[in-house]
């Protein structure tokens, strides 16, 4: 009996050591990031009966990679790194998560930016997938995906 229990008690705790717990996408955020692919497509360019696709991959030696870093107190910093490795255009917001979409507020490019994703969780990092108005022509019809990694800040 004393064995039976045992090998029960020994069962249960190797259950409890071996399960990790699945971060949640706001603890998962919480990280520095590269952008490593973009497709943007703007099904009505800037109102036109035009299809407008823009899509790369992001590899050493690009002219630019995306990156950035997500804080835990929901500020965010976001920033371009050229083929020298200098950081130009860098921009600074906030950011939230309900569920699995992730929220964002920031000044760029002129214009205040509100813009939500939705997130998968991949191996790497995560995919985000937006609907904004991209073209800035009215329209919230314009859908862009990103892929990214995980990148160790120095």
């Known amino acids: 009996m004393k064995l039976k229990t045992f090998l029960l008690i020994a069962f249960v705790g190797?259950?409890?050591v071996?399960?990790?717990?699945?971060?949640?996408?706001?603890?998962y955020m919480v990280d520095t990031w590269?952008?490593?692919?973009?497709?943007?497509?703007m099904q009505?360019?800037?109102?036109?009966?035009?299809?407008?696709?823009?899509?790369?991959?992001?590899?050493?030696g690009s002219e630019q990679i995306a990156q950035s870093k997500y804080n835990d107190d929901g500020t965010f910093s976001a920033w371009f790194v050229n083929k020298e490795g200098e950081h130009?255009?860098?921009s600074d917001g906030t950011w939230r998560v309900e569920k699995d979409s992730l929220?964002?507020?920031f000044f760029y490019a002129g214009r205040d930016m509100k813009v939500s994703y939705h997130i998968t969780k991949t191996d790497e990092g995560f995919i985000g997938k937006s609907k904004y108005d991209w073209d800035e022509d009215g329209?919230?019809?314009?859908?862009?995906t990103m892929k990214t990694k995980r990148i160790k800040q120095d």
């Open 14 to 16: 190797t259950l409890f």
């Open 18 to 27: 071996s399960c990790k717990k699945e971060l949640s996408i706001q603890d």
């Open 34 to 41: 590269q952008t490593t692919y973009l497709k943007l497509e």
């Open 44 to 60: 009505t360019f800037k109102k036109s009966d035009s299809i407008s696709i823009y899509e790369d991959h992001f590899e050493k």
């Open 88 to 90: 130009f255009l860098n």
């Open 103 to 105: 929220f964002v507020e």
């Open 139 to 144: 329209d919230f019809d314009d859908l862009l």
